[in-house]
T-cell receptor, first 118, second 114 residues
């Protein structure tokens, strides 16, 4: 079974600085998807960024980028130029690439609570 | 924009009550999911459905059941609520097959069982 581990329960960053959130996972599959989701306080969870395992290039979405190390099974999220609105719980998630059934489900880490200091 | 709505943001129920949590999505998604979110445990899948009237157990189905009579609606049922079911419940939906992999989440229902 696949597992996702986020070893940093809480992190803090100064506004305008850069922060990296860690995520490791365990799987025997060779093809899969990895995600970072953001859950702001009392607001809906939204997708931040997605990485397909067969793509070697790291995904980037504006100030958000990932460092995907497939051999090390590591998938960290870097937030550049941190803003107050980045304060949230961040979840790393894994999904198999297969079709249908249990492959549709996401496996989540335990989350990292990010505080942004003004 | 995809919209996933849940019937209540906050709910307080007594032990032994039957509880219904409703989720509706407006994007014609095949897949719908119910997760439970607890501090330090992340999100854990309770049940999911990949088609009308179809359902599969997730990782923690005990004490829960689900119903999907229409494509846009997925209900989570607590047959006899217990205090250990006090939690945040999140509904999500996504397209099926290979079309997409993103799940869209509702705002959550914070359930307290006293």
């Amino acid at each position: 079974a696949q597992t996702v581990t986020q070893s940093q329960p809480e992190m803090s960053v100064q506004e305008a600085e850069t922060v990296t959130l860690s995520c490791t996972y365990d799987t025997s599959e060779s093809d899969y998807y990895l995600f970072w989701y953001k859950q702001p306080p009392s607001r809906q969870m939204i997708l931040v960024i997605r990485q397909e395992a067969y793509k070697q290039q790291n995904a980037t979405e504006n100030r958000f980028s990932v460092n995907f190390q497939k051999a090390a099974k590591s998938f960290s999220l870097k937030i550049s130029d941190s803003q107050l609105g980045d304060a949230a719980m961040y979840f790393c998630a894994y999904r198999s690439r297969g079709y249908g059934g249990a492959t549709n489900k996401l496996i989540f880490g335990t989350g990292t609570l990010l505080a942004v200091q003004p | 924009d995809v919209k996933v709505t849940q019937s209540s943001r906050y709910l307080v129920k007594r032990t032994g009550e039957k509880v219904f949590l409703e989720c509706v999505q407006d994007m014609d998604h095949e897949n719908m999911f119910w997760y439970r979110q607890d501090p330090g445990l992340g999100l854990r899948l309770i049940y999911f459905s990949y088609d009308v009237k179809m359902k599969e157990k997730g990782d923690i189905p005990e004490g829960y059941s689900v119903s999907r009579e229409k494509k846009e609606r997925f209900s989570l049922i607590l047959e006899s609520a217990s205090t250990n079911q006090t939690s945040m419940y999140l509904c999500a939906s996504s397209f099926g097959g290979f079309r997409t992999h993103e799940q869209y989440f509702g705002p959550g229902t914070r359930l307290t069982v006293t």
